[in-house]
């Protein structure tokens, strides 16, 4: 990547060298990963699409994460992030999705949940996994940091590839 090349633009370029179409499930991050991957002229030729789910019941109804994972797991859980994943994928008949959820703050956190903590997502056909993330700062601060990593761990999934 060349110093003037942002990372999604690299993800662009990747996507388009392998002929891979991407779609994102956003929660917390409220369509910021998808504002960032837009941002580079001609990503009409990989970008899907994206859901900012930030209600339960919309995670449920378009992502098909089972009510059963958010009962047993939450909203902000490896499993939500991996099902939201998953569901967008299907949806969006994409090759790739990332998702996240988490906890910006500064309320909603908890001591088993606190503020800061993400869980991103990546499924594909090799499989889907997440990933657990603690960011800090403000608000803003938290979701900027959860877009940067979201991206990331796309762009070294991409790199990764044969």
Sequence with gaps: ???????????????????????????????LIAARIVNVPGSSAYFKGGVVAYDNGIKESVLRVRSDTLAAYGAVSEETAREMAEGVRQLMRADVAISDTGIAGPTGGTPTKPVGLFYIGLASA?????????????????????VERALMMLRDYLRGLP
Excluded at 15 to 31: I, K, P
Excluded at 132 to 142: K, L, M, N, P, V
């Design 126 to 146: 090799q499989g889907t996994r997440a990933q657990e993330y603690f960011f800090s700062g403000t608000r803003a601060d938290i979701r900027h940091q959860a």
């Design 1 to 31: 990547m060349s110093a003037e090349q942002t990372v999604e633009a690299e993800i662009g370029a990747l996507l388009q060298h392998y002929r891979l179409t991407l779609a994102v499930a956003e929660s917390a991050t409220g369509g």
